[in-house]
């Protein structure tokens, strides 16, 4: 018998249980959903473009392996997020200590402009490269707030800290980055 | 809350197109640095990484990850759990250790030798790993003398032991 396919506005939590209840489709949509803000978020944390797309593979794989873990208390993506983040710290591990900061083809300048561009580019690498330096928590809680505003509640719940300690995690991030790129 | 706290906890929204600065909010970037820094650092931020967004192949990564579950369904393979289960058993013996033996003496330095021993070992631990090592240690156990719980700290104070164990 064929699952009907889920609805494309049904919550994150109704396509969980419908995943857990077999239905293989649910997890495909959770997929489309979230795989891109997520390989975002690794990209902005510092990790390599080349290994955007498998990073964000095996954190669905992993996050379906666990759903048992996901209570709905945070968000289905900060839980994404926050397996992401734990994946690339192991290969940052395994990277003795490296973010390596990609070229590719769409960080090249435009032959229209290239002064901009570059300038553009410059600014983002050196912000991508201060944020891929600081410490995990100053990093995740950063681009959760202010990449994808979450509330502290919510980024305290997925990153299992107070909201008051993800308020200061953020403010030294911000500190740190002003510093950086001053 | 002072102008600049308030300012800083719209950021996100503002910058996400979701909320807008007030006039008075916008006389007062004008005028703090610090602020106006803040504000383009987030309004950068929000740009990164679009492009990234963009060009990821959702369909493809949903096969694969599809496919990888269907083939292997369980969790880490025996002979995976095996090959850290015995650094791991060294780690969370010698952490129990260390809480056993509770508070130092004025001046004595053993606990803190011991936790600094133990840093290079747990550097090679990934997060799974280091959670779980984590979850074997008995929480009662954890209590620094005349603290009943982090809870009770200062935001300050959290943030200077945060800053200590992040390095």
């Known amino acids: ?26 997890a495909t949509e959770l997929v489309r959903r979230h795989a891109g803000p997520l390989g975002r978020f690794l990209y902005s944390a510092g990790a390599p473009r080349g290994e955007i797309e498998d990073l964000v593979q095996e954190t669905f794989i992993r996050a379906f392996r666990a759903l048992g873990g996901w209570r709905g208390e945070a968000t289905f993506r900060s839980w994404l997020f926050r397996i992401g983040g734990n994946l690339r710290k192991d290969l940052y591990r395994r990277e003795r200590g490296k973010v390596v900061i990609s070229i590719v083809d ?24 201060g944020i891929g330096s600081l410490p995990r928590l100053q990093r995740e809680v ?29 403010h030294h991030a911000v500190k740190r980055l002003k510093e950086m790129i001053r | 809350m002072t102008p600049c706290s308030h300012l800083s906890d719209r950021m996100p929204a503002v910058g996400r197109g979701t909320a807008h600065w007030s006039p008075a ?65 060294a780690v969370a013996a010698a952490l129990l250790l260390l809480v056993w033996k509770g508070s130092p003496e004025p001046g004595a330095d ?48 959290v943030s200077s032991v945060l800053e200590d164990l992040e390095g």
Not at chain 1, 106 to 125: F, N, S, V
Not at chain 2, 27 to 36: K, M, P
Not at chain 2, 59 to 80: F, N, W, Y
């Open chain 1, 1 to 26: 018998m064929t699952l009907p396919s889920p609805a494309p506005d049904a919550s994150d939590a109704m396509l969980v249980s419908s995943y857990r209840a077999g239905d293989e489709q649910a």
């Open chain 1, 106 to 129: 769409g960080d090249l300048a435009d032959p229209a402009d290239p002064g901009a561009e570059t300038e553009a580019g410059d600014a983002e690498d050196r912000i991508r490269r």
């Open chain 2, 25 to 89: 909010d916008e006389d007062h970037l004008a005028g703090c640095r610090d602020c106006s820094a803040e504000w383009n650092l987030v309004q950068a931020t929000a740009g990164i990484g679009l492009e990234v967004e963009r060009s990821l192949d959702r369909d493809t990564i949903a096969s694969r990850v599809k496919a990888v579950l269907e083939s292997s369904p369980a969790g880490p393979s025996p002979a995976r759990r095996a090959g850290w289960l015995v650094p791991l058993a």
């Open chain 2, 110 to 157: 053993g606990p803190t030798v011991v936790a600094a021993s133990l840093l290079p070992e747990l550097e090679t631990l990934t997060s799974a790993e280091l959670e779980s090592m984590l979850q074997l240690l008995p929480r009662d156990g954890m209590a620094v003398p005349g603290l009943d719980s982090f809870e009770d700290l200062t935001e300050a104070e």
């Open chain 1, 142 to 170: 950063f681009l959760m707030r202010a990449q994808q505003g979450l509330e502290y509640d919510e980024i305290a719940t997925a990153l299992k800290t107070t909201p008051g300690a993800a308020r200061v995690h953020y």
